[in-house]
């Protein structure tokens, strides 16, 4: 393994602002750091998949009374933004390394406004069509967790998981809310997040995708 992956194992360990859920283990939702009476009162957007984070990070820097909460299953994904919220004083972010199968473990319901999906697999072969993170199952623990009004932002380079996206929440009862094809092309919208680029959108940037956009609501 190469040491840099190494390094950012163990360093991740020692960071104040990650949480590691073990398979196995439980907690209630209300014991995790979120639920601190510190952040009562703050609106909380969660994002899975977060990989390294960029987008936890720009909205928890833009927006201070809002608690971001970003999820991905590899710690050292999560190591390069845990470091750059500390680096940057924000206090109002926090990493769980855990599945996302597992969401309703670690969040109460109806406490969440916002839940980002960016760049997730689009899963292509129809045997693993069931770990897409908009297939039926997931869309429930959404609507289980999102507040009245809440909703749910994809970002996809995937034609695949874009059209697959908007049957699905249809046939599920959710109603889409904006949409674009090319956020970069579109007409500019705030949900857009234009700004922030992650990792994953950059190398799929580089190889010609356009940047696919869907906001639902399951309520
Ligand atoms: C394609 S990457 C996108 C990462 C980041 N959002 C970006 O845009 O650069 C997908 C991420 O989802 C994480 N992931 C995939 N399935 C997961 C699961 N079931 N539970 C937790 N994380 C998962 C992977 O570890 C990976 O970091």
């Given at each position: 393994?190469?040491?840099?992956k190494?390094?950012?194992?163990?360093?991740?360990?020692?960071?104040?602002?990650v949480?590691?859920?073990?398979?196995?283990e439980?907690h209630?939702?209300?014991?995790?750091?979120w639920?601190?009476?510190?952040?009562?009162?703050?609106?909380?957007?969660?994002?899975l998949g977060c990989?390294?984070?960029?987008?936890s990070l720009?909205?928890a820097?833009?927006?201070?009374?809002?608690f971001?909460?970003?999820?991905d299953g590899?710690s050292?994904?999560?190591?390069?933004?845990?470091?750059?919220a500390?680096?940057?004083?924000?206090?109002n972010?926090?990493f769980?390394?855990g599945?996302?199968?597992r969401?309703?473990?670690?969040?109460?319901?109806h406490?969440i406004s916002?839940?980002?999906l960016t760049f997730?697999?689009p899963?292509?072969?129809?045997?693993?069509i069931?770990?897409r993170?908009?297939?039926?199952p997931?869309?429930?623990?959404?609507a289980?967790l999102l507040i009245?009004?809440?909703?749910?932002c994809l970002?996809t380079?995937?034609?695949?998981l874009?059209n697959?996206?908007?049957?699905s929440?249809?046939?599920w009862?959710g109603?889409?809310?904006?949409?674009s094809?090319?956020?970069y092309?579109?007409?500019d919208?705030p949900l857009y997040a234009r700004?922030v680029?992650?990792?994953?959108?950059k190398?799929?940037q580089?190889?010609?995708?356009?940047?696919?956009?869907?906001?639902?609501?399951?309520?």
């Amino acid at each position: 393994m190469a040491k840099t992956k190494l390094h950012k194992y163990e360093r991740v360990k020692q960071l104040s602002n990650v949480t590691f859920s073990e398979f196995g283990e439980s907690h209630p939702p209300v014991s995790y750091p979120w639920y601190n009476e510190r952040y009562e009162g703050m609106e909380k957007i969660l994002e899975l998949g977060c990989g390294k984070g960029e987008h936890s990070l720009a909205f928890a820097a833009a927006n201070p009374h809002k608690f971001c909460v970003g999820i991905d299953g590899k710690s050292h994904r999560l190591c390069d933004g845990a470091e750059k919220a500390i680096d940057k004083g924000l206090g109002n972010i926090h990493f769980l390394r855990g599945r996302i199968e597992r969401i309703t473990e670690f969040f109460v319901e109806h406490s969440i406004s916002q839940v980002w999906l960016t760049f997730p697999d689009p899963h292509p072969k129809t045997r693993s069509i069931k770990s897409r993170l908009t297939a039926a199952p997931f869309l429930d623990d959404y609507a289980s967790l999102l507040i009245s009004g809440g909703m749910v932002c994809l970002k996809t380079d995937s034609d695949l998981l874009y059209n697959y996206t908007r049957e699905s929440v249809e046939q599920w009862g959710g109603h889409v809310i904006e949409t674009s094809d090319n956020i970069y092309e579109s007409c500019d919208h705030p949900l857009y997040a234009r700004e922030v680029v992650s990792a994953f959108q950059k190398k799929a940037q580089a190889k010609g995708a356009s940047i696919k956009f869907i906001a639902f609501r399951l309520n």
